[in-house]
C-alpha cells in the first residue's frame, strides 16, 4: 500500500492549481449510460480510483469501456447481465447507483447492498422505497438487492417519492428509474447537490423531461422505452476537491493560491466560513483566488445537507481549525462517524475533545510531524492539509483512500511549492 510522505516546510502554498471534473458528479452520470444504448462520451473526468472502479462495473454489466482520462466512452456490449456483484461494489458504495437504471430499463435488477463503511452505517432504505413506490417489488437476499419491475418484470410506474431526509445518490437513483418510468414521478425533500442539478441536465439531453434539479422538489416526465439518446457532456468541477485546495491555501499564513476552472457559487457555506476565519476570497470567471494575510480566527460550523456546510468538507477544515485563534466547535450531522481523522490530528499535536457528534478544537500554534494512518477519502485530505502546515516530516498511510478523490494530488500540491512524495507500497 503506498504512503504520502509531507514533508513539511512551513511555508504557505503559492501558486495556480487546475481543478479536476467532479467525481460524485461523473459517478451517477456513468450509471445513466445503462438506460439508453447508444455511445455516450463524457469529458473532464478525473482519473481516479472511482472511475476504474466504474468502468469495470460497467463492463461487467455487458458496456463496452474506454477511459482514456480525461474522457470516458461508454457503448452498448452484445449481453446485458443486471447484476452488481458484491466484490466491485464493496470497492465503491456508489455503485448501488446502478440499481435505478437497470431495474429501469431491463425490468430487473441484482446488486449487493453495500454493507458498512468507515465513515457510518449508510443504509439505502430510501432508494429502495422510491423503487417500491413505482411498482418494484424487492426482496433482500444474501447480502443482495432483487429487484423487480411490476408484474414479473415490467415497465416501473412514475410515482410521488416522498424521501424522509436529503440523500444524494438515493435522490439520483429514482430520478433515473423515472427517467423511463411510464408516466409523471414527483420526488419530494430531494437532496439539492449541484451534482443532482448535473444529473438532471444530462438526463434532459437524453430525452427525459426533468424539472427543479437541484432544488427539493424535482418533476420527471419519463421517456418511452428506447427513446431515451446517448449524450456527450463535460462534467462539471469538483466541488469538494476546489475546496480542499481553498483550505490548503489558508493552511500557512501567507498563502495565495488560485483554483482554475472552480466553480465559487457551489461552494458558498464554505467561502462563507473561510472568510469568516479571516481568509480573503475572491473570484474572476472561473477563478477562485485564495489569500491567507494574517492569523485565523476560530469559527464554528455544522455540517447540513446543500446548501449547507458540506460533510465532505469538515475534516479539511477541522484540520484549520486546529491552527486558529481560540475555539472551535464542529459539529457533523451527516454521518455518525466522521471523526476518524481527530484521532489523527491528535497525534500531531492538535487539540481537539470529541463529544459524541461535536469536535471542539482549541486552536495550537504549530502541528508536529508524525506518523499517521488515512481511514477514508475526506480524513486523509485533512491528514495531508495538517502535514503541509507543519515544519516536520509527516507520512500518511493507506493513501488509497485518497486516490479515490483527488487526482495527482502530489503533483497539483508540488505545483504549488509543497513537497510530497509518494512511497510505494510502505507498510500498512
Ligand atoms: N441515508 C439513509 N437512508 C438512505 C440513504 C441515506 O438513512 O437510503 C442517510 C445516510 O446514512 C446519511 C444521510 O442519509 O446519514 C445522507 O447520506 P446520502 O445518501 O446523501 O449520502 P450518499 O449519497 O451515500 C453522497 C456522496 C458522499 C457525501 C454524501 C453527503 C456520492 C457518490 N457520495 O453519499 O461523498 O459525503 O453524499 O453529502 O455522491 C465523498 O465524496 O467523500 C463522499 C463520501
Known sequence: MDALRVRGTGKPLVGKVRISGAKNAALPILCATLLSDGASRLRNVPRLRDMETTSALLRFLGREVTFDAPEIQVAAGSQVRPEAPYELVKQMRASVLVLGPLVARFGRAKVSLPGGCAIGARPIDQHLKGLEAMGCSIKLER????????????RLRGAEVYFDLPTVTGTENIMMAAALAKGRSTLVNCAREPEIEELGRILNKMGAEVNGAGTDVIHIVGAEPGKLAPFDHAIIPDRIEAGTYMVAAAMVDGGDVVLEGAELGDLEALSQKLRAAGVEITSEAQNIRVRRRGPLRSVNITTAPHPGFPTDMQAQ??????????????????FENRFMHVPELQRMGASVALRGNTAVVQGVSKLYGASVMATDLRASASLVLAGLASDEETEIRRVYHLDRGYERIEEKLAGLGAHVERVKGAEA
Open 143 to 154: 447480502g443482495y438487492v432483487l429487484a423487480e419491475g411490476p408484474g414479473g418484470g415490467g
Open 317 to 334: 477544515f477541522l484540520a484549520l481549525m486546529c491552527l486558529a485563534r481560540g475555539e472551535s466547535v464542529i459539529s457533523e450531522t451527516i
